[in-house]
């Protein structure tokens, strides 16, 4: 069985919480499944970064906010793998846009990959923007047809507004699709 698994920044947000992903994707591997998983940027690894960047310049390029956005998600794969090595297990970490991942899964790895980022048609580094790792697990799951693609969030459900900004924002029992395309039309950050 082949298993896309994506955690978002505040999974591998420290050491402790990057050995727990790495025994959690580790338990599936020695279960004899292929695994591959999507990590997005450390914690607020992000936000620091653009506040930096908006510091140094107020009005940077595009392109130099992708070259410097991508490096978090590089981090927190290159960290995961030496983190799996230290627990005896076989792990490589691919830029999302390398196309080497079915012939690591051959090798018996767990193979792990940038979230958020890819290229564009001249070979720039760029970015898919916030849920951007959602997209691209989604996105590796269809295209290695996948038998499962999870993806792990700290977030608990939909809300009527962002609740770190709207206190008395709720959490939604359910929603329709046609409401989640009003949310999303209307700004809401990111929704997938």
Request: glycine share 8%; charged share 25%.
């Amino acid at each position: 069985m082949l298993i896309v698994k994506k955690f978002g920044g505040t999974s591998v947000g420290n050491k402790e919480r990057i050995l727990n992903v790495a025994k959690r994707c580790i338990e599936d591997y020695q279960k004899g499944n292929d695994v591959v998983v999507v990590l997005s940027a450390m914690g607020k690894s992000t936000d620091e970064m653009i506040d930096m960047a908006k510091d140094i310049n107020p009005t940077p390029s595009k392109r130099e906010m992708d070259m410097l956005m991508t490096t978090g998600e590089q981090v927190s794969v290159s960290l995961m793998a030496m983190a799996m090595g230290s627990l005896g297990v076989p792990a490589i970490s691919l830029n999302a846009f390398q196309v080497a991942i079915r012939n690591e899964l051959e090798q018996r790895k767990i193979v792990l990959v940038t979230g958020f980022q890819g290229i564009d048609k001249f070979d720039n580094v760029t970015t898919l923007g916030r849920g951007g790792s959602d997209t691209t697990a989604v996105a590796l799951a269809a295209a290695l047809h996948a038998d499962a693609c999870e993806i792990y969030t700290d977030v608990d459900g939909v809300y009527t507004a962002d609740p770190r900004y709207v206190k008395k924002a709720r959490k939604l029992a359910e929603i329709t699709y046609d409401e989640m395309l009003d949310l999303a039309s209307l700004g809401a950050g990111v929704l997938h």
